[in-house]
């Protein structure tokens, strides 16, 4: 099966961007583009929620390339890249049914909403967070609140030159 991967950005305090969805406090780095070159290796399909979606948009990324991208949207009619499918059926399910099809890992881009379905159906296998050594206050958080307490295994731990820290942590199920 699958692996399933929720991984974004954030601030020391979890913000995934400011209330208005700026982003402007991120830090790119080369080791932060040489932890997001050893991910892709092992994924072919990327999903993300249209909040997410038309952030990235914003700064000009509207696909990545060598996967499929889908994003989740009700009110999205289509695209303007033809890369991207939108998805308009119940995101579980659909993320379900990609993790049983055969292939690479699957990337969850950013969105805590769309995460929290996908964390509430247990679809989720790992979370992978670039920790930037900011508080922000207040903004648009990375985890939502969620039914039940999920136990995790750190699988890794970075510290960048930058400041910034990368965990990877794995879900620990019940067997």
Known sequence: MRTVTFGAACSLDLYIARQDGSV??????DEVASISGELWKTLDTVVMGRKTYEAGARMGTTSYPGVKN???SRTLEKS???NVQIVRDDASEFVAGLKREPGQGICVMGGGELARSLFEAD??????LNIHPVLL??????FHSMSRQMELELRENRTLKNGCAYLLYRIQRKA
């Open 137 to 142: 206050g207040s903004g648009i958080p990375f």
């Open 70 to 72: 889908y994003v989740f």
């Open 123 to 128: 679809l989720i296998d790992e979370v992978g």
């Open 24 to 29: 402007d406090w991120l830090q790119w780095s």
């Open 80 to 82: 303007p890249d033809e």
